[in-house]
């Protein structure tokens, strides 16, 4: 299984936040992609901005990584995102893993794309 890998781009003209998350996550690579989070996103007005992510090469969650998860989903929610988009490969496991999660947490507007 790929390892977790993950990419951040801010782009203040266009108002999006771009970020590119792929593999496997560990605990440990979680904590890097939250520090790094932090450090791009912290200093600009979310509420402007949209949230996209390009999950094409996401795997399955596993159910020891859901917690992680759901707590990054929480971040963005108190983060306040204009909208937070994710696309992904067609998958209605990770599909329905995603909405599930968006919906505990209640994060919204949040919309997953089949691409």
Same mark, same amino acid.
């Given at each position: 299984?790929? &390892?977790?890998?993950?990419?951040?781009?801010v782009?203040?003209?266009?108002?999006?936040?771009?970020?590119?998350?792929? *593999?496997?996550?560990s605990p &440990?690579?979680?904590?890097?992609?939250?520090?790094?989070?932090?450090?791009?996103?912290?200093p600009?007005?979310?509420?402007?901005?949209?949230? !996209?992510?390009?999950?094409?090469?996401?795997?399955?969650?596993?159910?020891?990584?859901?917690?992680?998860?759901?707590?990054?989903?929480?971040?963005?929610?108190?983060?306040?995102f204009?909208?937070?988009?994710?696309?992904?490969?067609?998958?209605?496991?990770?599909?329905?893993?995603?909405? !599930?999660?968006?919906?505990?947490? *209640?994060? &919204?507007?949040?919309?997953?794309?089949?691409?």
């Amino acid at each position: 299984m790929r &390892e977790g890998f993950y990419s951040i781009q801010v782009n203040s003209v266009q108002k999006v936040v771009n970020m590119v998350v792929g *593999g496997s996550f560990s605990p &440990e690579k979680v904590q890097q992609f939250l520090n790094e989070y932090h450090k791009n996103l912290d200093p600009i007005p979310a509420s402007q901005y949209e949230l !996209r992510f390009d999950c094409r090469d996401l795997n399955v969650i596993t159910q020891d990584m859901i917690p992680h998860l759901q707590g990054c989903f929480e971040l963005y929610k108190t983060t306040g995102f204009k909208k937070v988009v994710v696309e992904i490969k067609q998958s209605a496991i990770i599909k329905m893993q995603l909405n !599930r999660i968006a919906k505990t947490v *209640g994060l &919204e507007p949040f919309e997953v794309v089949e691409v």
